[in-house]
């Protein structure tokens, strides 16, 4: 059974920057069109944005401008550059697949906290 797994995260100021990495727990696995997720305390996973297979992009309005989706399909990994982050970004963020979502995995906690 195929899991994502998140890393990256951790506490940071507001105004700063954070890079996030995503890859499947087995190694040999294509990542197919991604997304990234995020869940606030109390909240339920709400997309921030996502990445087809060749490199197209879309994102939410809370994030667009500020966070990168992006992609290294030699290494079957997937990227969420976060800038300019506000303590609303506070979260843990996932990674899952945009097509039948799969089991979420672990996450990686990010705090923006002064």
């Known amino acids: 059974q195929v899991q994502f797994v998140e890393s990256g995260g951790g506490l940071v100021q507001p105004g700063g920057s954070l890079r996030l990495s995503c890859a499947a727990s087995i190694s040999t696995f294509s990542l197919p069109s991604m997304a990234w997720y995020r869940q606030a305390p109390g909240n339920q996973h709400a997309l921030v944005g996502t990445?087809?297979?060749?490199?197209?992009?879309n994102y939410a309005d809370s994030v667009k401008g500020r966070f990168t989706i992006s992609r290294d399909n030699t290494k079957e990994t997937v990227f969420l550059e976060m800038n300019n982050v506000q303590p609303e970004d506070t979260a843990v963020y996932y990674c899952n697949q945009v097509n039948g979502l799969r089991d979420w995995g672990p996450g990686t906690q990010v705090t923006v906290s002064s």
């Open positions: 990445i087809t297979r060749g490199g197209i992009t």
